[in-house]
């Protein structure tokens, strides 16, 4: 295996699990009030605060099992909502969506000086910022 091959593998690696994290967090942004109070608390401690199964049944009172079943019940739970309502997968489409619209009538700007594109590319500017 070459040094080429073993950084590529190791970038993909570091992508796929950013991935995973941003994922999480999306998932617990849109869904996490669907969650009872322990498992908030217990989510947001392991995934948004980097504590460790240890430590937080340390803190909690409870077994490192305990942390780790209730932790696979709350992805568990939040894949499911998603797959049900499919509000993340609607987020990011629409976002992309926009920053088409946004690039494109960047590129129309360039062309053609006319103040409705500025207004649109001002209102898509604000749906992006508001996503």
């Known amino acids: 295996m070459s040094y080429n091959t073993t950084v590529k593998e190791k970038t993909l690696t570091v992508v796929m699990m950013m991935d995973q994290v941003f994922e ?3 998932l617990f942004d849109f869904y996490g009030e669907l969650l009872t109070e322990r ?6 401690l392991y ?9 937080i049944s340390e803190q909690l009172d409870i077994s490192r099992q305990g942390v780790f079943d209730a932790l696979k019940r709350c992805d568990q739970q939040l894949h499911h909502f998603e797959s049900k309502l499919q509000l993340v997968h609607r987020f990011i489409r629409n976002k992309k969506r926009a920053m088409m619209i946004h690039e494109l009538i960047s590129k129309l700007k360039v062309s053609q000086d006319d103040e409705r594109l ?4 001002a209102i898509t500017q604000a749906m992006m910022d508001d996503m």
């Not at 995934?47 to 430590?55: A, M, V």
């Not at 500025?118 to 590319?121: A, F, L, N, R, V």
């Open 24 to 26: 999480k967090t999306l």
């Open 39 to 44: 498992q908030k608390q217990l989510y947001q």
């Open 47 to 55: 995934n948004l605060d980097d504590l460790s199964l240890g430590e």
């Open 118 to 121: 500025t207004e649109i590319e």
